[in-house]
């Protein structure tokens, strides 16, 4: 076992598995600690399968139960063993896409005290003292409330934990902080892969979408491919979310999209550490020539 220690704070169960999995699933395999934080149960997603519908929001209302067993599949299909929801289970609630009423319940992620939820994360940035962090952007990566909350909660306690003025426990300062990316060459190369996309649209309207980031902002590239069996494995495993097609998998909007074995990431505090060229495009990295990390453990000792 190493002493490498990475803590990754997602909004719902599944967001680990779409945008980190392989990273999660190699780290896990080479030995180092992975705690995932996942802050809602997820309880506003739209269930694919019809033989659940039951459980959506406006019919049963389980769906939030059932996706504990949905994440905890998926967890040990990526050899993670360390997964906390913040605050327990339903302490806060998934918040549904940005506008919609649910938005406004009390209890909705999106209306969480920010000292207070970044205070339960706190406690466990402490007790875990990992060197490394993951989470979204300022914009949640596409805009999504609980994203957006994800981002604020993580950073705050990114801050506090190293205060020896706030809360309980020893302070411990994270080594490096990381957003998660995709890279616009990247959904680019994706279009192209696709029976009956529309590229040229797609290469015009690339800059507009609410997600994507150009090649030279990302800073670290984590070639997971021999992984990439696992995290297609927990997308499996989250059934009512995710229907799984190899290399590709779509949500309830049924639009395809590919299980990057090369995920992306940015640097938001700490020091680089030594750099390499990126991978090829076919094989997943990005467009341009660039000179990335691959390690988001490179220059932590």
């Known amino acids: 076992m190493s002493d490498r220690r990475l803590m990754l704070v997602h909004a719902h169960p599944d967001d ?5 999995g392989a990273t999660m699933a190699k780290y896990a395999a080479e ?11 997820g309880e506003e997603g739209e269930v694919i399968p019809p033989a659940l519908a039951h459980l959506a929001p406006d019919r049963d209302d389980a769906l939030g139960p059932y996706r504990i067993g949905e994440l905890d599949a998926a967890c ?15 302490r806060w609630r998934d918040s549904g896409m940005m506008g919609v009423a649910a938005n406004d319940r009390p209890n909705a992620f999106w209306q969480a005290d920010l000292e207070e939820a970044a205070g339960e994360l706190v406690k466990i940035v402490r007790e875990v003292r990992p060197q490394v962090m993951v989470t979204y952007d300022e914009n949640g ?18 801050e506090l934990a190293a205060d020896p003025r706030f809360g309980e426990g020893e302070p411990w300062r994270v ?32 800059d507009d979408v609410p997600f994507g980031c150009r090649d030279d902002a990302i800073t670290t590239e984590v070639d997971a491919r021999p992984y990439l069996v696992n995290k297609l494995d927990a ?5 009512t979310q995710i229907m799984v097609d190899p290399p590709w998998f779509a949500l309830s909007n049924n639009i395809g999209q590919e299980a990057f074995g090369v995920e992306h990431f940015i640097l938001r505090s700490g020091v680089m550490g030594a750099t390499s060229p990126s991978a090829p495009v076919e094989a997943g990295g990005l467009g341009e020539p660039h000179t990335l990390e691959k390690d988001l453990f490179a220059g932590i000792h």
Request: charged share 20%; proline share 2%; net charge neutral.
């Open 16 to 20: 680990e598995t779409i945008g980190t």
């Open 141 to 158: 990566f596409y805009g999504h409330p609980d994203h957006i909350q994800a981002h604020r909660v993580a950073w705050r306690a990114f």
């Open 235 to 239: 997308m499996r495993a989250h059934a």
């Open 31 to 41: 030995g180092a600690r992975v705690t995932l934080v996942t802050c809602t149960l």
């Open 175 to 206: 080594a490096k902080f990381y957003y998660t990316a995709v890279a616009r060459s990247v959904m680019l190369r994706t279009a192209e892969e696709i029976d009956g996309a529309d590229v040229a649209f797609v290469a015009e309207n690339v």
């Open 76 to 90: 040990k299909a990526m050899g993670v063993d360390d997964h906390r929801f913040l605050g327990g289970p339903g």
